[in-house]
């Protein structure tokens, strides 16, 4: 069975060595994983969508034509992914992908950041990208070539996850990761830093790699 190739991309204020796990475990089922660094901290999301199409423009330039790639994103990865998908003239090189602790809506953390410390929104960048009215001007894409699904936590033990009012893992509220159009979502019990690391995460991901359907027994 050949090896498929995933991109998997990180959160705010992280860098690749954060899915070094998730591409660890996912090469134990076959996959071959690329890594990728991105600007998420200090930078907004357009920028750092810019330099994931110039990356991915390369990588798929090195594969054969008829391949496609898989894309996974943790947290804000997610949201590169999805202007990515509404900006790429190459969307049938795309098979699927799949967003982990995903704000799709927005977070209600940065909102607070910005409403209380906005001196902090205005040094790292990418929590002002992550506010509600913000991360709502990324439109969803409607396209049937493409297949994404979303995975959510709840688990709310980390100290943040304690400000929202509504179930979350502990950053990222799961009413905030479901949009309408997903092929399919999941929520595991799981934090938003531990989410990624979780063999069960991974089989997940290989489950919609391969079904369009999230089917491991939990």
Known sequence: MKEEISILIHGYNKNKNDMSTLAKNLEKLNYKCILVDLPLTYKEIDYAAFLFQEIIEKILKG?????????????????????YLLETKNIE???SCVLIATPNSGSEL???????????????????SLKTENAKM???????????GAIAGKNDKLLLGKLLTEENDG??????VYYEGLEDFIILPYHHKEIHYKW?????VDDFIQTGRFVSEL
């Open 138 to 148: 990324i439109n969803f894409i409607n396209d049937e070539r493409i297949r994404i």
């Open 110 to 128: 940065a909102d607070m950041a910005a409403n209380y410390f906005k001196a902090f929104t205005h040094i790292f960048k990418t929590l002002k």
């Open 171 to 176: 950053r990222v509220t799961v009413k905030s």
């Open 93 to 95: 090189r795309i098979k």
């Open 200 to 204: 069960k995460t991974a089989e997940l």
């Open 63 to 83: 594969i054969n034509q008829n391949e496609k790639v898989n894309l996974i994103g943790h947290s804000a990865g997610g949201l590169i992914i999805r202007k």
